[in-house]
């Protein structure tokens, strides 16, 4: 049970960590600097949610792991992110497409968290439902600007759309250790939040005049640790500073 | 003095040098205006314990906030203090003091709405007034300012920009 709680809580820390590293890697080369900074903003706060969580699965398992190591010294197989968190921030019209799919679950998703019989859980997510809230929004005005926008602007957000869209079948799959939190009510079920899902989706690529594009579920296995080539160059950059120089503070 | 009483008057004193401390990033408002500091209480040892909650997962001034409380008490003569952060009940913009308000007002952010109602994701939003003119016509530049609690807005009537603390 304490093994599937922290398997489950790295899931979530290791998904906000890896989308708020592709997230930052766009400091300093947004198309404007308000853009600029409200991806650093949203890099921020999906890093600060991951800490959190981190902190509390290095808690539960007991091994004195703390953040860092947990966010530093693990390698690519042990990252049990959803695959969609690593893909690579292509053009800004990918970045958001991405940002608002993860939002558009992960805020109903985290509110329904909130009701979790984990109190530490439960305390985290009512602090990311709220700031996913504008994270959902953000991303949500930017589709519609971008769809709704010229035809080069719309072609890029839908095809950003129609090659993310193989990654969306893995927020609704579970496995034996998902299964057993769901049964322990510390997990919310992922498919009870596919209706607000879509109904959001729906409304946003209305708006946006996007086609909506199908769902696969044929490439799973990062809440498993096998993952798409992206990650692991990420990871490289990432660590490398804090492998470098174990423990260095400034 | 009976011990009783010595410890009351070290948590007054306590909790004067706490109402002294100002948040990192916005220096006119103290983190009691903020919201911020939960509970201060001592324990039979004499030391004082501080509890404050993050406004925002990921805001960087937290580590900034824990370090000045602490100095704030050793310098008030206390020997140990201890900082202790809790995320439940999530931090909300409601818990800003009026004074707090009217100091961000002065300062030249747009203070949050009272009560927050959660407006729906693609709602209409309430327009805040201008800090600096008091006109309600005013244009969002971005959701996203200088920090994380704050979004970026321009005055229509004194063309002034200015920062307003969002509502959370």
């Not at chain 1, 859980?121 to 602090?127: D, P």
């Not at chain 2, 004082?48 to 925002?56: A, D, L, R």
Request: proline letters at 5%; one cysteine or more.
């Amino acid at each position: 049970m304490a093994a599937d709680l922290v398997t489950y809580t790295l899931r979530l820390a290791d998904t906000a960590l890896v989308l708020g590293h592709r997230l930052s890697q766009w400091s300093s080369y947004g198309p404007t600097i308000e853009e600029d900074i409200a991806m650093s903003n949203l890099a921020l706060d999906l890093i600060g949610q991951a800490r959190l969580l981190y902190d509390y699965a290095g808690t539960v398992e007991g091994k004195g792991q703390d953040e860092d190591a947990l966010a530093y010294l693990r390698d690519e197989h042990a990252y049990l992110n959803l695959l969609i968190a690593e893909q690579p921030n292509g053009d800004f019209a990918v970045t958001m497409v991405r940002q608002f799919l993860y939002a558009a679950f992960m805020q109903p998703y985290m509110e329904a968290l909130m009701r979790s019989k984990d109190a530490t859980l439960a305390a985290i997510a009512a602090k990311a439902e709220k700031e996913l809230a504008y994270h959902v929004r953000h991303a949500g005005e930017w589709l519609v600007r971008l769809g709704d926008g010229t035809a080069e602007s719309q072609a890029r957000a839908q095809a950003g759309l129609d090659d993310l869209a193989i990654f969306v079948g893995e927020f609704f799959e579970t496995d034996a250790v998902e299964k057993a939190m769901i049964a322990a009510g510390i997990a919310p079920d992922p498919t009870s939040i596919r209706p607000r899902f879509e109904a959001l989706l729906d409304h946003v690529l209305g708006e946006a005049t996007l086609r909506r594009p199908v769902f696969s579920t044929h490439h799973l296995g990062g809440k498993t640790g096998r993952h798409t080539e992206h990650l692991g160059p990420m990871l490289a950059e990432m660590q490398v500073l804090h492998r470098a120089h174990p423990g260095a503070v400034w | 003095m009976t011990a009783a009483s010595a410890l009351s008057f070290d948590l007054a004193r306590a909790r004067v040098a706490v109402g002294a401390v100002t948040d990192p990033e916005i220096p006119v408002l103290t983190l009691d205006d903020l919201g911020v500091i939960r509970d201060i209480r001592q324990d039979e040892a004499g030391r004082i314990e501080v509890t404050i909650t993050p406004t925002y997962s990921g805001c960087p001034a937290m580590a900034a906030m824990a370090l000045d409380l602490e100095t704030a008490l050793l310098t008030a003569g206390f020997k140990e203090a201890r900082i202790r952060t809790t995320l439940s009940p999530a931090w909300t913009t409601d818990w800003m003091s009026e004074n707090g308000r009217e100091k961000l007002r002065a300062y030249g952010i747009a203070p949050p709405e009272r009560a927050t109602t959660r407006r729906a994701l693609f709602g209409e939003e309430t327009k805040p007034a201008c800090p600096h003119c008091g006109s309600g016509k005013t244009a969002k530049v971005s959701e996203f300012g200088s920090t994380a609690c704050k979004s970026l807005w321009r005055c229509e009537a004194c063309l002034e920009p200015f920062d307003a603390f969002k509502c959370i």
